[in-house]
């Protein structure tokens, strides 16, 4: 174990609400590297290619399937590395989160946070 993956477990451990992984792969290869990684134990689903009909991101049809299964939540806060993908969910109302490891500080990026790391995650209060 080093000190990244204890960055990870404790900036995943921090968010007390349900965690999704939202995949343009196929939901069984995301279990296979959470696995891989040591990571699978700390997300309660997978939304993956098949469960999007195979319409991936940034296709709308993925987002509206999680805001569909997920309904009874008052909020998604959603964390990605592509603009593009950022944009959709943040024009549904979604708070947006722009993972950029090239990023040199933490700034408000249009309408997205910008992280460079994970531990970056416990300094935005959600």
């Avoid at 204890?6 to 968010?15: G, K, P, T």
């Avoid at 940034?58 to 959603?78: A, L, M, N, Q, T």
């Amino acid at each position: 174990v080093d000190s990244n993956d204890q960055v990870r477990w404790q900036a995943l451990n921090s968010i007390i609400a349900k965690k999704i992984v939202f995949t343009n792969n196929a939901s069984s290869f995301a279990q296979y590297v959470l696995s891989y990684i040591g990571l699978s134990g700390f997300f309660s689903d997978i939304i993956g290619m098949k469960e999007m009909n195979f319409l991936t991101k940034p296709h709308v049809y993925g987002y509206k399937v999680i805001e569909k299964k997920y309904s009874k939540f008052d909020r998604i806060i959603f964390c990605d590395d592509r603009q593009e993908n950022l944009d959709i969910a943040n024009s549904l109302g979604w708070i947006t989160i722009l993972f950029n490891p090239q990023q040199k500080e933490f700034e408000i990026n249009k309408n997205h946070f910008v992280i460079k790391s994970f531990k970056e995650l416990e300094t935005l209060n959600l």
